[in-house]
């Protein structure tokens, strides 16, 4: 636009953006924090208005607070097995000539499409008391009858990394590809060997990328619901399915409300944290 200042071309620029977060983010997310504050007609509060009522039950309820310990415990061992993965394959594609790099590249998008509900309906079929899992172990001698490997937190940690891998792989992808190649000729040159080159080099010029990947996969596993619901178990239930309980089948819309609030809270709490400690790190080795 002739004649208006940057900013506000900017602004402009970026307007449709803030109408989209502001219409499908902002307006639902503060919709169900005022439900949060509301009281159902079953509650026993005395004051009127909006009130933390919801939120006092949700502290004082030992489901509750299991049911999110769960979900921060499951979310935080998936996140850790899905960097312990993806962090060799994301350097091994570095490595790779352009034709393979592009064709796994590819792949890894295209994985990106696939349904969730089929997953996790090839991980029940894996892990099944008669599935491939339990048929390997009983040829090897491990075991002599089947184990119970699905309706279990290991199942649902399987398939919440399998699900993760490539917002994983990706960021710490790219992250490796803005390294210069002539960083890693200077380590070797000065006597370092490939692994200490690694260490010493590669690795902590890709933290940005292990950063996004290990924020975007926490965030991912701790608002997780299909796959918990389909290969956990209700002795293993996850904070999002403790609060569709309360939608879907006690219709306490407030209650449910305060839960999903709670695990935003906490899971922004969290990644809070991780932010600080990544940030203090790297103005330590500056």
Do not use: K
């Not at 009127?48 to 939120?55: E, K, N």
């Not at 499409?113 to 090839?122: D, F, H, K, Q, T």
Request: proline share 7%; hydrophobic share 55%.
């Amino acid at each position: 636009m002739q004649g208006a200042s940057p900013r506000l071309t900017g602004l402009l620029l970026i307007a449709p953006a803030l109408i989209f977060l502001a219409a499908f983010y902002l307006v639902p997310l503060g919709t169900m924090v005022e439900e949060s504050l509301r009281s159902s007609p079953a509650d026993l509060d005395p004051r009127p208005g909006l009130s933390l009522y919801q939120f006092e039950r949700v502290w004082g309820s030992g489901r509750s607070w299991r049911a999110l310990e769960r979900t921060v415990r499951i979310s935080a061992i998936s996140t850790l097995l899905t960097l312990v993965v993806a962090y060799p394959i994301a350097l091994f594609l570095f490595q790779l000539r352009s034709f393979w790099r592009t064709t796994i590249l590819i792949t890894i998008f295209v994985s990106l499409a696939s349904s969730l509900i089929v997953r996790n309906y090839g991980w029940l079929v894996t892990l099944a008391d008669a599935g491939p899992v339990n048929q390997l172990l009983l040829a090897l001698g491990f075991t002599e009858e089947p184990l119970r490997l699905v309706y279990s937190e290991g199942a649902t940690i399987v398939a919440l990394v399998h699900y993760a891998l490539p917002f994983m792989i990706l960021p710490i992808y790219g992250a490796l590809t803005r390294i210069p190649p002539s960083f890693v000729e200077a380590a070797q040159s000065l006597g370092a060997g490939p692994w200490r080159a690694l260490w010493g080099t590669v690795l902590p010029l890709s933290i940005p990328g292990i950063f996004g990947g290990t924020t975007l996969t926490f965030a991912i596993c701790m608002s997780a619901f299909v796959t918990p619901l389909m290969l956990g178990s209700p002795a293993t239930a996850m904070i999002s399915q403790v609060a569709a309980e309360q939608f879907l089948v006690q219709l306490n819309f407030p209650f449910g409300s305060a839960m999903i609030v709670a695990l935003t809270l906490v899971t922004f709490g969290i990644l809070l944290a991780y932010t600080l400690i990544i940030r203090t790190m790297f103005r330590h080795h500056a």
